[in-house]
């Protein structure tokens, strides 16, 4: 399966939010929810204080351009007062207050500049990795992208297709489904294009923004989680199947795993006012078999040798500590300690999503690997269904 891959290029969200700025925005707005006694605890145990977001907290917080007036107009309302007895003055009061209150943003309104600034992400994320890779976008023969928080069609892929811009012939494989497995899944896809053709040079670029599930109006406590979790992140690198100079991990191999009768654990749905992603409490178990999964797929593959495998480190995105934790104890023994270390420390600044493994694979990098070192790679996501590669570092 041999595929080599550059350094990624990581592009966060430029504007900073605080975890305290959003536990305000909240309890503001939801004073009396079941879980506000709670609110600051809840925020402390994600272990987030900071996140970086494609556009600022106020912009999801905002007011939409509309008003209380229902979508039918004032002519249609005003009859419709009238017809049930109100007078003419009554009429123009009511009318006059429902036109007062502000309107919460439509999903128009809302996911409209976060495409635009995935795409603008994106761009950046994609010249960053050709330029780490020493190449151009007229040396890309596939382009394999992910944005699961912001539908378009034409979608990322072509975007950039007339960005960057790359060749007329190149192949262009949107996923935009792929949510949290979009950085391990992109990786197995691009190892095996370049199997079959040791040539091609494939680009992977995977810009989510997950603020764009901020919904001020929700008063659950899962929605309380969701706001206090995700972080905005473009990312992109160059896979090859011959080793470049640039080159600094090779893929060995991949794993997929799908759970079935899960996919209503997790998942997102389009309303009136945006995106919403909706969490089940069931989650985190579902994700932990997944993980027993994977360590059974790494014990049958070094079966020849129990004792002394161990990968030297593990880039994996479950999506909570709850499940790094879980992996931590699950470890078979004799690992060392310490390989989820990059895990955790991309994650005290947010959940990226399909982002997550690229950004925990630069934070690796940057910190230095021995050439020989073994990598494991793994996320899951909505479905629930997972993905694993093992390579080595070069």
Known sequence: ????????????????????????????????????????????????????????????????????????????????????????????????????????QTVQERTAPAWAAVQSYGEHAARGALQIAGLDAADVDCLITSHSTTPALPGLDVALANKLPLRSDAMLLPATQWACIAGTRSLALAADLVAADPDRVVLVVIAEALSTTYQPADDTLESLIVRLLFADTAVAAVVTGRPRPESVLRLDAAWNHTLPGTQDLHRLETQADGTHFVMDRRGPRAVQETVTAMWEWLRLRHQDDPESWHPDVLLAHPGGTRVLEYMEQTMPDGWPSGLLDHSRDSYTSGNRGGAAVFDIMRRAHDAGQEPGSRAVLYAAAPGLTATALAGEWL
Request: proline share 10%.
């Open 1 to 104: 399966m041999a595929a080599y891959l550059c350094p990624p290029a990581v592009i966060h969200g430029k504007h900073t939010v605080k975890t305290s700025e959003i536990v305000a925005e909240v309890r503001g707005r939801h004073p009396h929810a079941a879980w506000a006694p709670r609110i600051d605890g809840i925020a402390a145990s994600t272990g987030i204080e900071t996140r970086g977001w494609m556009l600022p907290l106020e912009t999801a917080v905002a007011p939409g351009s509309g008003s209380g007036l229902p979508a039918a107009g004032i002519g249609p309302t005003r009859e419709a007062l009238a017809g049930d007895g109100f007078n003419e003055q009554d009429v123009d009061r009511v009318i006059a207050a429902l036109e007062s209150i502000p309107a919460p």
